[in-house]
């Protein structure tokens, strides 16, 4: 793996705006933009706290807050939960299927639903912000669909690295939220990294205050990367 020097990243430091994740909190970020970025570039730069959103690669740098740490599941140990595999069985209907990204109306539309009932309305419902933000790679990507009688209920967008799978970000029909589509996702990309013989999952960053993030820490064991940049085991099987 070729790490990538932080001081050759032309890194610039980001508005303070809203915290996403914590409610009367400001957040900041640092990025760079990167239209072109190896695998194993990108896997050193997760491995630093980056992550990527579209082309730009970004960590947050919050004044005083460290609460975003980046999160990953080495494969080999992990074994589901009793409600995890609940989860499987709620969704033995569901056909999924991998390949090269691609939008289409009805991923757009899909999109649209989910941002309306998840989201507080910060996000960009426009068709070109969409493209940009889940179909625009600087990197390999992947994308697993997820369909019951051919109607798509969610999708998944991964990035493939050297030894990892990275998810970038998850939609899905708000209708189907009784199946636990997110969390039958996570179980679907750690297989897929079984499948192709990759030791770990990056799930992105894990917020402990953060009830939308609860269900990446119930997927175990699961390590942290500390403030050191070291991955470290906080949650055994």
């Given at each position: 793996?070729?790490?990538?020097?932080?001081?050759?990243?032309?890194?610039?430091?980001?508005?303070?705006?809203?915290?996403?994740?914590?409610?009367?909190?400001?957040?900041?970020?640092?990025?760079?933009?990167?239209?072109?970025?190896?695998?194993?570039?990108?896997?050193?730069?997760?491995?630093?706290?980056?992550?990527?959103?579209?082309?730009?690669?970004?960590?947050?740098?919050?004044?005083?807050?460290?609460?975003?740490?980046?999160?990953?599941?080495?494969?080999?140990?992990?074994?589901?939960?009793?409600?995890?595999?609940?989860?499987?069985?709620?969704?033995?209907?569901?056909?999924?299927?991998?390949?090269?990204?691609?939008?289409?109306?009805?991923?757009?539309?899909?999109?649209?639903?989910?941002?309306?009932?998840?989201?507080?309305?910060?996000?960009?419902?426009?068709?070109?912000?969409?493209?940009?933000?889940l179909y625009k790679s600087p990197t390999q990507s992947l994308e697993m669909t997820y369909t019951v009688l051919d109607r798509i209920?969610?999708?998944?967008?991964?990035?493939?690295?050297?030894?990892?799978?990275?998810?970038?970000?998850?939609?899905?029909?708000?209708?189907?939220?009784?199946?636990?589509?997110?969390?039958?996702?996570?179980?679907?990309?750690?297989?897929?990294?079984?499948?192709?013989?990759?030791?770990?999952w990056y799930l992105g960053f894990y917020v402990n205050d953060c009830a939308r993030m609860n269900y990446k820490a119930a997927f175990?064991?699961?390590?942290?990367?500390?403030?050191?940049?070291?991955?470290?085991?906080?949650?055994?099987?």
């Amino acid at each position: 793996m070729r790490a990538v020097p932080l001081t050759q990243l032309p890194l610039r430091r980001g508005p303070v705006h809203a915290c996403p994740y914590l409610p009367g909190r400001t957040a900041v970020n640092e990025y760079t933009f990167a239209p072109l970025l190896p695998p194993q570039d990108y896997l050193a730069l997760m491995d630093r706290g980056f992550r990527r959103s579209g082309e730009f690669v970004y960590r947050p740098v919050c004044d005083g807050c460290r609460e975003c740490v980046p999160i990953r599941v080495p494969v080999a140990r992990f074994t589901p939960s009793r409600s995890q595999r609940r989860v499987l069985r709620r969704n033995t209907d569901v056909r999924v299927a991998w390949g090269t990204p691609e939008p289409s109306t009805a991923k757009y539309e899909l999109f649209v639903r989910y941002l309306r009932h998840q989201h507080d309305g910060s996000m960009s419902e426009e068709r070109e912000d969409f493209e940009d933000f889940l179909y625009k790679s600087p990197t390999q990507s992947l994308e697993m669909t997820y369909t019951v009688l051919d109607r798509i209920i969610a999708v998944g967008i991964l990035d493939l690295c050297p030894t990892a799978i990275s998810s970038v970000y998850f939609y899905f029909d708000p209708d189907e939220s009784w199946r636990s589509p997110g969390v039958f996702g996570g179980l679907c990309e750690i297989e897929e990294c079984r499948r192709r013989a990759l030791p770990y999952w990056y799930l992105g960053f894990y917020v402990n205050d953060c009830a939308r993030m609860n269900y990446k820490a119930a997927f175990r064991p699961h390590q942290l990367l500390d403030s050191s940049m070291q991955w470290v085991d906080r949650c055994s099987a």
